[in-house]
C-alpha cells in the first residue's frame, strides 16, 4: 500500500513532535548548566569587584548575559511545550472518536516508540498496526485543519 502525499504530510508534521521534545530535553539541560554555572560565578564574586557607577564589573557584565540567555531559553522552552500540548489535544480529541487509532499515534510519535514496540503495546501484528497507522494519518488530518 502507497501513502499518499497527504499522508507523508501528516506522518512528518507528527515526526516533529519528537524533534521539539529532544530539542525541549537538549535546552532544558543547556538551563541547568546555566544555572549552575551562574551559581558559581556568583559565589566567586566579593563585594569589592562589584563597581558601583554606570559603569559595570566583567562580573556583573557576564551575570547580566547569562540571566538574558536563560530568559530566552525558558522562553524557547514554553513555547515547544506549548507545542506538544497542542498535539496532546488533537489527539485527545481525537480518542474520544477513534481510541485506537489516536492511541496508535501518540505511541508512535509523542512517546517516540517504533513499530515493533509500538504494535507489542497494542497487542496486534506488525501488519495490523500498519493498517491502522494508515487509517490513523487519514483521520488525524481532521484534526490539524
Given at each position: 500500500?502507497?501513502?499518499?502525499?497527504?499522508?507523508?504530510?501528516?506522518?512528518?508534521?507528527?515526526?516533529?513532535?519528537?524533534q521539539i521534545q529532544l530539542?525541549?530535553?537538549?535546552?532544558?539541560?543547556?538551563?541547568?548548566?546555566?544555572?549552575?554555572r551562574t551559581q558559581s560565578?556568583?559565589?566567586?564574586?566579593?563585594?569589592?569587584?562589584?563597581?558601583?557607577?554606570?559603569?559595570?564589573?566583567?562580573?556583573?557584565?557576564?551575570?547580566?548575559?547569562?540571566?538574558?540567555?536563560?530568559k530566552a531559553l525558558e522562553?524557547?522552552?514554553?513555547?515547544?511545550?506549548?507545542?506538544?500540548?497542542?498535539?496532546?489535544?488533537?489527539?485527545?480529541?481525537?480518542?474520544?472518536?477513534?481510541?485506537?487509532?489516536?492511541?496508535?499515534?501518540?505511541?508512535?510519535?509523542?512517546?517516540?516508540?517504533?513499530?515493533?514496540?509500538?504494535?507489542?503495546?497494542?497487542?496486534?501484528?506488525?501488519?495490523?498496526?500498519?493498517?491502522?497507522?494508515?487509517?490513523?494519518?487519514?483521520?488525524?488530518?481532521?484534526?490539524?485543519?
Amino acid at each position: 500500500m502507497r501513502m499518499s502525499n497527504r499522508n507523508s504530510d501528516i506522518r512528518k508534521y507528527l515526526e516533529g513532535i519528537i524533534q521539539i521534545q529532544l530539542n525541549i530535553k537538549s535546552k532544558q539541560m543547556q538551563l541547568a548548566e546555566l544555572n549552575e554555572r551562574t551559581q558559581s560565578v556568583t559565589a566567586c564574586i566579593k563585594p569589592d569587584f562589584v563597581k558601583t557607577g554606570s559603569r559595570k564589573s566583567s562580573f556583573e557584565n557576564a551575570l547580566i548575559k547569562m540571566e538574558e540567555v536563560k530568559k530566552a531559553l525558558e522562553k524557547d522552552i514554553e513555547i515547544l511545550a506549548y507545542k506538544v500540548e497542542d498535539i496532546n489535544k488533537r489527539l485527545d480529541n481525537m480518542y474520544e472518536k477513534y481510541p485506537k487509532e489516536a492511541n496508535l499515534l501518540r505511541l508512535r510519535y509523542v512517546n517516540a516508540m517504533n513499530c515493533e514496540a509500538t504494535s507489542e503495546k497494542m497487542y496486534c501484528s506488525l501488519a495490523t498496526m500498519h493498517r491502522i497507522h494508515m487509517k490513523a494519518l487519514e483521520i488525524f488530518k481532521e484534526y490539524i485543519k
